[in-house]
């Protein structure tokens, strides 16, 4: 019976698997909405981006929309000597080196506008800016699927001519401004508890506006009852004619050393099916694996100890240098693999055997200095004369053997 064991196990697994794929097929049979947060323009499902980026084109009806596949320093959207161009962004993330930085902020400054709308700025744009920047509830991103459930925005008065507020009963997922400089940068809106979360910047010719609520911007949000009317409240903020509009694909699918962030294994246990499915995979195998931990094998003969060859080298080579009486090659290599074991264990690396390296030596191992000087002008005898008696070759071994004891 017991031979039978784990085909039984296998079995097992198999209907359960199987029981696992059947309940998520149903489940998907329902057509129940996706709650992945994807931002694409593409994706029609609640959190992608599809009607935000028709509607530039509506809005914009003189401008052409290109697409922003390059890094900024490397990208001919963003050279220099031309106006009338909008560049927007919406993503989870919006991280810019300076360098970056430095080229977008020129590209203001000539008469360009820039909307970035994503959680988190990155610190180099907060810096620029002089703000502080915090998250609120993201800890299900990217999928929507739980957190607070409603998304209150509202929009100042000033530079419109009335106040606009709205909502919708999505999960809201948000960041907002702790600190900003009311000397550079003009609040336009708020979100959670009238928290900032719209600001712009005026640079040069241009202004830079970054929003910090980019579910503003999902298919769900814009086609909740009027809110498309929020869509056109913020953009029609861009000051100046955009005649090209730069829809940002390279920063928001850019991926960033994020030790914080979450794995794909993460996301998918995130998924009850998923997670109930990989527990009670992993709890099979490891009852297969205690039951197949009995010995099977037949057994193992003792083996011989394995001779140590290098030894008898070593005793095989001292004699041959003995009998040949060559003590001054002998002494030669004994100092070379002397030298080679300090660059090797303590990286000294000094070409000139003076009074630094041996102030170094004595200092990195410990070994006194008296003995180091010892050993040091031994090694300078070795490579001038060509003879070495017993004697000195003796008294070489003995000093270079106190030393390695000596650490």
């Not at 509506?58 to 001919?76: H, Q, S, V, Y």
């Not at 709308?117 to 699927?145: H, M």
């Not at 957190?147 to 100042?156: I, K, N």
């Not at 294994?265 to 694996?289: C, D, N, Y």
């Amino acid at each position: 019976m017991k031979k039978y064991l784990p085909y039984l196990l296998g079995l097992l697994l198999i209907i359960v698997l199987l029981f696992l794929f059947a309940k998520g097929a149903q489940k998907n049979s329902e057509k129940k909405p996706s709650t992945f947060v994807s931002f694409k323009k593409e994706d029609k499902n609640p959190y992608g981006t599809y009607v935000a980026y028709h509607s530039l084109k509506r809005f914009f009806p003189r401008a052409g929309i290109i697409e922003n596949t390059k890094n900024i320093l490397n990208d001919t959207l963003f050279s220099h000597g031309r106006t009338g161009r909008l560049f927007v962004s919406i993503g989870p993330r919006m991280a810019l080196s300076s360098y970056e930085l430095d080229e977008l902020m020129n590209f203001i400054e000539e008469g360009n506008n820039v909307f970035i709308s994503c959680f988190q700025p990155g610190d180099e744009l907060e810096q620029q800016i002089d703000a502080r920047v915090s998250t609120g509830v993201l800890y299900s991103y990217p999928f929507a699927d739980y957190g607070p459930d409603t998304l209150h925005l509202e929009l100042d008065s000033i530079p419109l001519q009335k106040a606009y507020a709205t909502s919708y009963p999505g999960v809201a997922l948000e960041g907002y401004f702790v600190r900003t400089d009311r000397n550079t940068t003009r609040i336009l809106g708020r979100g959670h508890d009238g928290r900032a979360n719209f600001i712009q910047l005026k640079k040069g010719k241009g202004s830079l506006f970054l929003h910090l609520s980019p579910m503003a911007f999902s298919n769900y949000f814009l086609l909740y009852q009027n809110n498309i009317q929020y869509f056109s409240q913020v953009f029609s903020m861009i000051p100046g004619e955009t005649q090209t509009i730069i829809w940002d694909e390279y920063y928001r699918k850019r991926k960033y050393d994020d030790s914080g962030g979450k794995s794909w294994f993460a996301s998918i246990m995130k998924q009850k099916a998923f997670r109930s499915g990989i527990l009670l995979a992993l709890l099979l195998l490891l009852i297969f694996a205690l039951l197949e931990m009995r010995r099977r094998q037949r057994f193992i003969p003792q083996m011989e100890r394995p001779k140590n060859d290098t030894l008898d080298f070593v005793k095989t080579m001292g004699l041959l240098y003995y009998e040949k009486r060559d003590n001054g090659n002998l002494a030669q290599k004994m100092s070379a693999y002397f030298l080679e074991h300090l660059r090797n264990k303590y990286h000294i690396f000094s070409k000139e055997l003076n009074e630094d390296f041996i102030r170094e030596v004595s200092h990195k191992s410990g070994v006194n200095i008296p003995l180091v000087t010892a050993i040091v002008y031994q090694i300078k005898q070795v490579s001038t004369e060509r003879a070495i008696s017993d004697a000195d070759l003796i008294i070489l071994q003995t000093n270079i053997e106190k030393f390695y004891n000596s650490i």
